[in-house]
Every structure is written in structure tokens, then in C-alpha cells.
């Protein structure tokens, strides 16, 4: 659930050894360093809100693996109901992580964002959302930020008219994820080459979901654009403000959240437990 957090500590060694990105020792870590990489998994909720099963799609770290799959099948959901009864449902799930330094050698690993997809029937457990009618090419990747080893988190709030084509767009937020920190002049340069990339995309994307809330001709979705190099998972956060960039505030409950790939996250499932940022294991 954005905003929430659930987090746990682990051994620094083991993190570092799954980042991919640099042969670091603790001591390189600022205080202040956040890192930051995304993944997904296959979650089946039982009628009565219980975690039945979870397994992750990729691996961010063994270690991590492990702790992250326990705290998630500790999960508690508000019960799907069809027809009047409770019933299973299977999603697959999104999942942002952040580390932060915990001191003594130990990072704190937190979940900072969960969405939830719903898979179709007759998938054969393999919890797959339905085919998205939704079309999204992505972006080309800016060939100087690869060249750099720059990655990039972007979350875009777009304004769609009812053929689903873009009318505008707000960058909500816009994340470089780098082996080591970039001055700020670099950040920006980058941040606009990605943000030219997905604004280059977004003139051919058709947006399409079932149950869009429309006013005045125009319906908003928040869609996530992701930059990954090949071979790279965890990287430094360095969050980029753009001009234009905006908090959605109140208005944010019209906003219809999608995947990078167009599908429509559910609106039935509903996380109740509340994830702790102090949970230790």
C-alpha cells in the first residue's frame, strides 16, 4: 500500500552481495544512503484474507528472498466477496524495496510499495493478470545514462481521453538509481533525457481499462516507467524534482494505478496489516 512500510534487517554483507552494481564494504555506506530496486511474485489470498502461498518472480539477495517471502505470507487481507461469499483470489504482485544503513553493520530492507494485479481464470494458478488491452511501447533508453550506468524509477500521472490517448501528463515523481551519488547538475541532465524518452513513448500509447473514472471527457491513470541495465537489481537513490512535477494530494483516489505493461491494478484486493518500519528479524 503506498505509504506504508515493512522492514527488516540483514547482515550488510549479504545485501551488498546482491546489489550486482559494486564490490562495496559497509563502511561505504553513508548514513543517510538509501537503495532501492524493485520486484514482483505470485500471492494467493484464501477467502478469509490468510496468505496461502507467495513465491517471487526474482531474486533481489537469498537472504533477502527469504526474509521478504515470511513477512509477506504474514499478510492479512480484507476478504474478495462475489455473490454475497468470501472467495480466493490470486495476483501477482508489485513490489518496491528500500536500505537504509541500521547501524552496527545491518541495513534495514523495507517494503514501500505493493500493487496488486489479479490473474484471469483458467491460468492454471499461475497467477497472470488478464492480457492488458491497454497499448504502451516503452521508452528507448537514453544511450548517455546507460553509457553512465544511470537507471531510473519514474511514476507519470496521465490525463487520457476516452480513446485512451494522452491529453498531458505530470511527472509525479522521477528516481535516479546509481552505483554512487551524481551531482546535481548530472541528475537533472539525465532526469530530462529519461523523461524525454517516456514522453516520446507516451505519443503512442492507448491507455484501456474496464472502469476508468471519467470527468469532463478525461480519466487520469498513474503508470510506473522503469529503466533497468541488464545484470543490475539494487541501486543509490537519488530522487530528481522536475519542473512540473506535482504531490497529487486529494485528487489522488480519481487516479487509476497500471503496471509498466498496461495492466489495471485490482480494486478489490485490500492489504489490512500494517507494515511496521521498525519490524526486526
Known amino acids: 500500500m503506498s ?18 552494481l559494486l564490490a562495496l564494504s559497509s563502511g561505504v555506506l553513508a548514513a543517510a544512503e538509501v537503495w532501492v530496486t524493485g520486484t514482483s511474485g505470485t500471492i494467493e489470498v484464501g477467502a478469509d484474507g490468510t496468505v496461502e502461498s507467495f513465491k517471487l518472480s526474482g ?4 537472504e533477502i528472498d527469504r526474509v521478504l517471502e515470511r513477512r509477506i505470507r504474514e499478510w492479512r487481507f480484507e476478504p474478495v466477496v462475489e455473490n454475497g461469499q ?3 483470489v490470486q495476483a501477482r504482485v ?11 553493520g545491518d541495513m534495514a530492507v523495507q517494503i514501500v510499495d505493493a500493487k496488486f494485479f489479479e490473474s484471469r481464470e483458467g491460468d492454471g494458478g499461475r497467477g497472470a493478470p488478464p492480457a492488458p488491452k491497454s497499448h504502451l511501447p516503452p521508452p528507448y533508453y537514453p544511450k548517455k545514462a ?13 490525463t487520457v481521453d476516452r480513446e485512451g490517448r494522452p491529453v498531458s501528463d505530470v511527472v509525479e515523481s522521477l528516481d535516479l538509481r546509481t552505483a554512487a551519488f551524481v551531482r546535481a547538475n548530472d541528475a537533472d541532465k539525465y532526469a530530462r533525457q529519461f523523461e524525454a524518452a517516456i514522453r516520446s513513448a507516451m505519443k503512442d500509447w492507448k491507455v484501456v481499462t474496464d472502469d476508468l473514472a471519467f470527468t469532463d471527457g478525461t480519466a487520469r ?26 504531490d497529487q494530494g486529494a485528487g489522488a483516489d480519481a487516479i487509476t494505478d497500471m503496471s509498466a505493461g498496461g495492466a489495471q491494478a485490482s480494486k478489490r484486493i485490500a492489504l489490512l496489516t500494517q507494515l511496521d518500519p521498525r519490524a526486526d528479524t
Open 221 to 246: 491513470v498513474r503508470i510506473p516507467v522503469n529503466f533497468y541495465l541488464s545484470g543490475r537489481t539494487w541501486g543509490r537513490l537519488q530522487a530528481v524534482v522536475r519542473p512540473g512535477q506535482q
Open 3 to 20: 505509504g506504508s512500510v515493512q522492514a527488516w534487517r540483514t547482515r550488510a554483507f549479504a545485501l551488498l552481495s546482491g546489489l550486482a
Open 94 to 104: 508489485e513490489l518496491t524495496l528500500h536500505a537504509i544503513p541500521a547501524g552496527k
Open 146 to 158: 546507460a553509457a553512465a550506468g544511470v537507471m531510473a524509477n519514474a511514476s507519470m500521472v496521465v
Open 59 to 62: 531474486s533481489v539477495g537469498d
Open 86 to 88: 468470501p472467495v480466493p
